[in-house]
C-alpha cells in the first residue's frame, strides 16, 4: 500500500451513519410516531442516498467490492424509494399496488440476503446490520398483504437502524482510540 492509499479515511462510518440514521427515522413514520413528511424525503435523497452513494465511491476507490456494491446500492435504493413516495403525492395515477410494492421490497430483501452471506467472514455488528435488514425487507413485503405487520416491522427497523448506527459509531471511536472502546464482534479466523 502506497503512502498515499494509507491516507484514505475509512468511508464505512459514513455510509453506515447515513443508512442507519435514515433507516431509523422513516421506521419511526413506520411505528406511527408521525407520516411520512419532508424530513423523510430530504433525509432519504441527501443522507441515505447521496451520502451512501459517496461512501461506496469512496470504498472503490480503497478497492472495497462489498462497501462499494452496498452503499452504492442501498444508496440508489433511498433514492428510488424517495421518487415512489414523491410520485405517489404527485402524480396519484401512478400510485404502485399491493402487489407492486411487495415485488419492491422482496427484490430488496433478496440481495440483502445475499449481501448478508458475505459477511459471514466479517464482524458480528455488519452481520446484524445485513440480516436485521434482511428481515425487515420481508416484513415491509408481508405487511402489504397483512397489515398487521406495520409496527413489528417498523420497531425491527428502527432496531436495524441502531444496529448501523452503532457499527459506525464503533469503528469512529475504536479508530480514534487505537484500539477496542465499542465492541463489533470479530470472526475468530480458522
Not at 440481495?111 to 436485521?132: D, E, P
Not at 459506525?168 to 465499542?182: F, G, K, P, R
Amino acid at each position: 500500500m502506497s503512502q498515499k492509499e494509507s491516507l484514505l479515511a475509512n468511508p464505512a462510518p459514513l455510509g453506515l451513519m447515513a443508512f442507519g440514521m435514515t433507516t431509523i427515522l422513516l421506521n419511526l413514520a413506520n411505528v406511527g410516531l408521525f407520516g411520512i413528511n419532508s424530513i423523510i424525503v430530504a433525509m432519504g435523497i441527501f443522507y441515505g442516498g447521496l451520502a451512501q452513494i459517496i461512501a461506496g465511491v469512496m470504498e472503490f476507490r480503497k478497492g472495497n467490492t462489498f462497501g462499494t456494491l452496498a452503499f452504492t446500492s442501498y444508496g440508489a435504493f433511498w433514492l428510488t424509494l424517495v421518487f415512489i413516495i414523491l410520485s405517489t403525492i404527485e402524480l396519484p395515477a401512478v400510485n404502485p399496488d399491493n402487489n407492486g410494492w411487495a415485488a419492491y421490497l422482496f427484490l430488496w430483501g433478496l440481495f440483502t440476503l445475499m449481501l448478508f452471506f458475505g459477511t459471514l467472514k466479517t464482524n458480528r455488528a455488519l452481520q446484524t446490520v445485513f440480516l436485521s435488514l434482511a428481515i425487515l425487507f420481508f416484513l415491509l413485503t408481508a405487511s402489504h398483504f397483512i397489515p398487521q405487520l406495520q409496527l413489528i416491522a417498523g420497531i425491527e427497523g428502527v432496531f436495524c437502524g441502531f444496529s448501523a448506527f452503532y457499527l459506525s459509531l464503533a469503528e469512529i471511536i475504536n479508530e480514534a482510540h487505537n484500539h477496542v472502546i465499542l465492541p463489533i464482534g470479530p470472526i475468530k479466523a480458522n
